[in-house]
């Protein structure tokens, strides 16, 4: 056996027994020394697309509490937005896919509020610049590994929109993480579920239209121009993005929207639930209510 040298020549097979002594005695340090498991890391390697990437990110779990924390996180170039659950007017909503993970019985994602765009000839609802979606992961067996594994197919968009795809892979422990920071502060920013009647809010018909016309009213504490947000029952649903109205006393807002939008076969006269998300002086609700 002849061995490459730094000179590009060979060394002969005869080498000498104290090099085998000194050879045999690396070996056994290195069979001494042990080898320490792979740990799980703060963050995936970020996926490219033309005008954003993805990436996902660890927390730092809850002692006691079974789930796992994680984020998904899209980052954008300068101009570029991308969409909420429920995009308004136009545009792609995300679509995350954990199905290829290891030893995860479910990962739900969670969405931070949203903010309202002017997109070509209407108004668009979603995210500028940059987003983490913070995302609840539930292992199968609580003292097994977990990889969360990542499919998201989502659009970007400027004057004009771009689908993009992006696959990422994370392990996840309960462990610190040091991008814990961002996803508390991504937590922060997703609207809090409240009854109703907190902020007394109130949807009702105001006419018999084929279309009937629906009039939101609604407290708001301080004193701020809120965002109202209203998604149906399902995601066939299209609501139309509610509209400020006049009329209102002081410490209060009004809005109307047209009950458009319904899937096939749904009458707008029927009784069925409402999802409002409600962002005003800072402060993000989710109210879900009846209209009978």
Known sequence: ?????????????????RGFARLALLLCALAATPITPAVA?????????????????????????????????????????????????AGVPPRFDFSGSDNVRSAKVRYPAPVLF???????IGYSDSVIFPVQVVPRDAGKPVILRLKLDYAVCEKLCIPAEARAELPLTAGPSANDIL?????????APVAAAE?????????????????????????GQALVFVEGPSAEWALPIPKPAQ??????????????????????KGAFELTFTVV????AVEIKTHLD
């Open 1 to 17: 056996m002849a061995f490459p040298t730094r000179s590009g020549g060979m060394i002969d097979r005869h080498i000498s027994q």
């Open 41 to 89: 890391a703060d963050a995936s390697a970020w996926s490219q697309d033309l005008k954003s990437a993805v990436r996902l990110i660890a927390g730092a779990s809850t002692a006691g509490d079974a789930a796992l924390r994680a984020g998904v996180e899209v980052k954008m170039q300068p101009g570029w937005h991308t969409y909420w659950r429920y995009p308004g007017d």
């Open 118 to 124: 002017k997109d070509g000839g209407g108004q668009s």
């Open 183 to 191: 996803l508390v502060a991504a937590e922060a920013k997703v609207p």
């Open 199 to 223: 902020l007394e809010l109130t949807a009702k018909r105001v006419n018999d239209a084929a279309k009937p016309l629906v009039a939101v009213d609604l407290k708001t504490p301080s004193g």
């Open 247 to 268: 009329g209102a006393p002081a410490g209060r807002q009004h809005f109307g929207f047209e009950l458009d939008g319904l899937p096939p076969g749904v009458s707008p």
């Open 280 to 283: 005003e002086g800072g402060r």
